[in-house]
């Protein structure tokens, strides 16, 4: 099985830089997505890593290792806008596709 | 706008009643996922369809069920509702590589009175 922790709630300062942790135990591993959800809404891609290291996508950075069974997204020049969930989740191995998510972590940007 | 198109966006309907929720895939993708998401919880995987097989099953209940069909749309049905399966239910859809992110729909919000 899988099993994702996220911190629940962070709050982080517009203009700011914010860093959103994920930790992941997986039996099979395909690559490791970041999503954005505002309330409401569908989730919306951000990033995806497979390989160990960092992927830069403009304001928003993540970063894999693999033998940790750890990631992080992170948000530059935060922005009221970036208020949102943010979900991980994990791919398993091939043959089973699905995404397995995380609850998410609810971030709020105060001015 | 991701492509896959759920509908209906909302539906009300009473305890023990069924209901259908449609999904149409972007085109070119052959997956299509289901997923719940309750009030303040984390998106549950239901299940998945790969060009109209069965392909994964979660924790998706028995009075649920689902279908794929040949034009790759998707019909979720859930039967003898209960007031705790009110929640959003989302389709998404992605494409065959496996760095192929899911691109979901708006969902429906289901709401059991």
């Known amino acids: 099985g899988q099993n994702i922790d996220q911190p629940t709630e962070m709050t982080a300062t517009e203009g700011a830089i914010v860093q959103i942790n994920c930790t992941y135990q997986t039996s099979g591993f395909n690559g490791l997505f970041w999503y954005q959800q505002h309330a409401g809404e569908a989730p919306t891609f951000l990033s995806y890593n497979v390989l160990d290291g960092l992927e830069e996508k403009g304001r928003f950075s993540s970063f894999l290792s693999r033998s940790k069974g750890y990631s992080y997204l992170l948000l530059k020049e935060l922005q009221m806008k970036d208020s949102a969930s943010y979900l991980c989740?994990?791919?398993?191995?091939?043959?089973?596709?699905?995404?397995?998510f995380g609850t998410g972590t609810r971030l709020t940007i105060i001015p | 706008d991701s492509g896959v198109t759920q509908t209906p966006k909302h539906l009300i309907t009473a305890t023990g009643q069924r209901v259908t929720l449609r999904c149409s895939p972007r085109?070119?993708?052959?997956?299509v996922y289901w997923y719940q998401q309750s009030l303040d919880q984390g998106l549950q995987f239901l299940i998945q369809y790969y060009n109209g097989e069965e392909r994964a099953k979660g924790n998706i209940l028995e009075r649920f069920s689902a279908q794929q069909f040949p034009d790759l749309h998707s019909e979720l049905n859930l039967s003898s509702l209960e007031l705790g399966d009110s929640a959003l239910y989302f389709c998404?859809?992605?494409?065959?590589?496996?760095?192929?992110?899911?691109?979901f729909g708006n969902g429906t919000r289901l709401t059991v009175t």
């Open positions: 998404a859809s992605s494409g065959r590589t496996v760095n192929s992110p899911l691109h």
């Open positions: 085109s070119g993708d052959l997956s």
């Open positions: 989740a994990v791919r398993g191995s091939r043959g089973n596709e699905k995404l397995t």
